[in-house]
């Protein structure tokens, strides 16, 4: 091909490329900036510190300026070398440190924790209150109805948490990075890996509750993911933690295609919904079954499993229904196979679920706990007054309240041996037997 090397020709290329520019955001790595540290709290003798400020870059979508946090010890001496980063969700924030995992779990073993913002879509800003925040959009979105939103900034902010001055001082020597995303975060995550390539970023990633391809997902998510879930390539160990409601809202069976991964860990628990809590609606209760136990394990399992120490617990996923069976409980196929009080058969089943101590719906159809998302949560309905299945009399299936925690027990006890949840967790479990009525005087009436 001819090259036009005349002053014209230049002249006009010049001006072509200049044109381009103006278009197309240069990509420049964030800096973090305007940090300022407070105490955090004291975990086992060791201070922590937290440290905000504004993280300030550009990616092929534009200029950004969005809040992060980094929590560390005070003396980086302390730390043990490993931070735990989160994409904050959009309703619950950078939660982990708060919720499933915990600030005991995470800062007593000395791990360091961090955060950024990444969408305008409620706390997916990290502080959705925050002042000069921007995230620009790419050339031609401007009129895109959809908040804007860059998970290259996730990709970046990891990136610098290694090699930034600021996050540097802040977490002293960085041997690794571990990701955690619940739900709409771990879709964060998955449209970082599946459409941006994260390729030696983490270690391990924890994704908590994932779904895969829900039909309410965000449609330039939806995009940026395979029609089917394949393991994840180059991003180091992987846990993923899934509830009994992930399968019925979404095509979180797909993530079955992990189970047999060398590199991947998946786990279903019965009877979980999507979303665990605990009221009382028009006399029925909300089911309050959550997964968080086994996430903390898989935490601590997965971190044994990076330093080389053990391989964590083998996969465990629900039993799997005859093709095209009807589910008993929703009329409809499901996959899901179920036991003689119908709950989910098989995967990691709580005590309560395997003595049968309650009937756990995990997805009540069409309940809309936040408007648009259909099925996150799920119903509970008491069996310990039933009989148990099969049983010739009407008697209660628990002969008295130390037969219930006897079963409760063992179910627990189980769990911990196999590594499924955590010694702590068990004595929870336990604990909360003991507490209860069932199988206590009075408790039942049994028809003459």
Same mark, same amino acid.
């Given at each position: 091909m001819?090259?036009?090397?005349?002053?014209?020709?230049?002249?006009?290329?010049f001006?072509?490329?200049?044109?381009?520019?103006?278009?197309?955001?240069?990509?420049h790595?964030?800096?973090?900036v !305007?940090?300022?540290? !407070?105490?955090?709290?004291?975990?086992?003798?060791?201070?922590y510190v937290?440290?905000?400020?504004?993280f300030?870059?550009?990616?092929?979508n534009?200029e950004f300026?969005?809040p992060?946090e980094?929590?560390?010890p005070?003396?980086?001496?302390?730390?043990n070398?490993?931070?735990?980063?989160?994409?904050p969700h959009?309703?619950?924030?950078?939660?982990?440190?708060d919720?499933?995992l915990?600030? !005991?779990?995470l800062?007593?073993?000395r791990?360091?924790?961090?955060?950024?913002?990444?969408?305008?879509?409620?706390?997916?800003?990290l502080d959705?209150?925050?002042?000069?925040?921007?995230?620009?959009?790419?050339?031609?979105?401007?009129?895109?109805?959809?908040p804007?939103?860059?998970?290259?900034?996730?990709?970046?902010?990891?990136?610098?948490?290694?090699?930034?001055?600021?996050?540097m001082?802040?977490?002293?020597?960085v041997e690794?990075r571990?990701?955690?995303?619940?739900?709409?975060?771990?879709?964060? +995550?998955?449209?970082?890996?599946f459409?941006?390539g994260?390729?030696?970023?983490?270690?391990?990633?924890?994704?908590?509750?994932?779904l895969?391809?829900?039909?309410?997902?965000?449609?330039?998510?939806?995009?940026?993911?395979?029609?089917?879930?394949?393991?994840?390539?180059?991003?180091?160990?992987?846990?993923?933690?899934?509830?009994e409601?992930?399968?019925?809202?979404?095509?979180? +069976?797909?993530?079955?295609?992990?189970?047999?991964?060398?590199?991947h860990r998946l786990?279903?628990?019965?009877?979980?919904p999507h979303?665990?809590?605990?009221v009382?609606?028009d006399?029925?209760?909300?089911?309050?079954?959550d997964?968080?136990?086994?996430?903390?394990?898989?935490?601590?399992?997965g971190?044994r499993?990076v330093?080389g120490?053990?391989?964590?617990?083998?996969s465990?996923?629900?039993?799997?229904?005859a093709?095209?069976e009807?589910d008993?409980?929703?009329?409809a196929?499901?996959?899901?196979a179920?036991?003689a009080?119908?709950?989910?058969?098989?995967?990691?089943?709580?005590?309560?679920?395997?003595?049968?101590?309650?009937?756990?719906?995990?997805?009540?159809?069409?309940v809309e706990v936040?408007?648009? +998302?259909?099925?996150?949560?799920?119903?509970?309905?008491?069996?310990?007054?039933?009989?148990?299945?099969g049983a010739?009399?009407? !008697?209660?299936?628990?002969?008295?309240?130390?037969d219930?925690?006897?079963?409760?027990?063992?179910?627990?006890?189980?769990?911990a041996r196999?590594?499924?949840?955590?010694?702590?967790d068990?004595?929870?479990?336990?604990?909360m037997?003991?507490?209860?009525?069932?199988?206590?005087?009075?408790t039942?009436?049994?028809?003459?």
């Amino acid at each position: 091909m001819q090259r036009n090397y005349s002053i014209p020709g230049r002249i006009a290329r010049f001006f072509s490329i200049a044109a381009v520019l103006a278009v197309a955001p240069q990509v420049h790595a964030g800096t973090l900036v !305007e940090s300022v540290s !407070e105490p955090y709290g004291t975990f086992r003798g060791v201070d922590y510190v937290r440290h905000t400020g504004r993280f300030v870059g550009a990616t092929t979508n534009g200029e950004f300026r969005v809040p992060f946090e980094i929590i560390a010890p005070a003396d980086t001496d302390d730390a043990n070398g490993i931070v735990v980063f989160e994409p904050p969700h959009f309703i619950f924030g950078a939660s982990a440190k708060d919720g499933a995992l915990g600030s !005991e779990l995470l800062f007593e073993r000395r791990f360091s924790y961090a955060s950024v913002g990444f969408s305008y879509e409620g706390f997916n800003l990290l502080d959705p209150f925050a002042p000069d925040v921007v995230i620009s959009k790419a050339p031609g979105e401007i009129s895109q109805p959809l908040p804007a939103r860059d998970v290259r900034i996730l990709k970046q902010f990891a990136e610098a948490l290694v090699s930034d001055p600021t996050a540097m001082a802040a977490l002293g020597q960085v041997e690794r990075r571990y990701a955690y995303g619940v739900s709409q975060s771990a879709e964060a +995550l998955y449209e970082l890996f599946f459409g941006v390539g994260a390729p030696g970023l983490f270690d391990l990633t924890i994704l908590h509750v994932p779904l895969w391809r829900p039909a309410f997902a965000r449609p330039d998510v939806l995009a940026a993911l395979p029609e089917t879930f394949m393991p994840l390539a180059d991003v180091g160990k992987v846990m993923l933690i899934s509830a009994e409601g992930d399968l019925l809202i979404s095509q979180s +069976l797909q993530l079955r295609n992990a189970a047999s991964h060398p590199n991947h860990r998946l786990y279903e628990v019965a009877g979980a919904p999507h979303l665990a809590s605990d009221v009382v609606v028009d006399g029925v209760r909300t089911n309050p079954l959550d997964v968080a136990p086994v996430v903390r394990a898989a935490f601590v399992n997965g971190h044994r499993w990076v330093l080389g120490n053990q391989q964590p617990p083998a996969s465990a996923t629900l039993t799997a229904a005859a093709p095209g069976e009807i589910d008993p409980v929703y009329w409809a196929p499901t996959g899901i196979a179920r036991d003689a009080n119908l709950n989910a058969a098989g995967g990691i089943q709580f005590p309560d679920v395997a003595v049968g101590r309650a009937f756990h719906l995990a997805s009540a159809p069409g309940v809309e706990v936040i408007p648009g +998302l259909p099925g996150l949560i799920g119903l509970w309905f008491d069996l310990a007054c039933a009989p148990a299945p099969g049983a010739t009399s009407l !008697e209660p299936r628990f002969a008295n309240h130390g037969d219930f925690v006897r079963q409760v027990s063992r179910r627990a006890f189980r769990l911990a041996r196999q590594g499924y949840i955590l010694h702590s967790d068990k004595r929870a479990i336990v604990g909360m037997a003991a507490q209860s009525d069932v199988g206590k005087p009075g408790t039942c009436i049994v028809a003459p």
